[in-house]
């Protein structure tokens, strides 16, 4: 991360957000986002701005270097480490693991919602993102249609209650009796288009009709994922 854009670049991929979010997570436009960039600059305010909100050091963020995150904020912890009094001091959530697969591909039928397992996640994190606790879900992604940006097995957290479409965001959604999970692009004419990253597969047109039907649903929308190399 040779640049200040790079390192803008890589808070925007990590946190899944866009200009315009980043721009008000610093409290300033768009276009002074995109000034960042292109100049290879940012003020040490807006950059203090940036790193409390999202948990990155400054000095990483204004002149790089090899330690990104907050040592004081963000240091890894080994949940299982922590004692009884640590799990539930309320700096950490767990958030269930649902036996529940969203087909990047075709499509997959739901199955039962069962929890296999919890991932604890810091209370901080849910609340910058104003996500409620009781509305966020982990489930597994399976197929290739979002590749490059989410691979197979890959598991994402689902904010169920954030089903307002914004374009060129991944959300979970039913069609019909399928759960997918897909970029959104609304249309002039109240129809929808689901995309995938893998130019393969070609978009899906959902219509106004199908919608009123109540044969498609958006579940929530994307806001955290992991991924694991082979």
């Not at 700096?91 to 296999?116: H, N, R």
């Not at 609340?127 to 409620?132: D, E, G, H, V």
């Amino acid at each position: 991360m040779n640049s200040v854009s790079q390192r803008i670049q890589k808070i925007m991929n990590d946190h899944s957000i866009n200009k315009s979010e980043l721009a008000k997570i610093a409290c300033t436009t768009p276009q002074n986002v995109t000034n960042w960039e292109s100049r290879g600059s940012i003020s040490r305010k807006k950059a203090q701005l940036i790193a409390d909100k999202l948990g990155y050091n400054i000095n990483w963020l204004l002149y790089g270097g090899d330690e990104n995150l907050q040592e004081s904020k963000l240091n890894p912890v080994e949940w299982e480490s922590l004692s009884q009094e640590e799990q539930t001091n309320g700096k950490f959530v767990t958030i269930p693991v649902l036996d529940v697969e969203l087909s990047a591909g075709f499509g997959a039928c739901p199955s039962m919602e069962q929890k296999m397992y919890t991932l604890p996640f810091r209370t901080n994190t849910l609340k910058q993102r104003n996500i409620p606790i009781n509305m966020a879900k982990v489930v597994k992604v399976s197929g290739d249609s979002m590749e490059p940006r989410l691979f197979d097995k890959d598991i994402i957290s689902i904010n169920m209650a954030d089903t307002r479409i914004r374009d060129g965001k991944i959300y979970a959604v039913r069609v019909y009796d399928l759960q997918k999970v897909k970029v959104l692009i609304r249309n002039s004419d109240g129809s929808i288009i689901l995309r995938s990253f893998n130019p393969i597969y070609p978009d899906e047109i959902i219509s106004r009709a199908q919608i009123e039907n109540g044969d498609f649903q958006v579940l929530g929308r994307m806001w955290w994922h992991s991924s694991l190399d082979d």
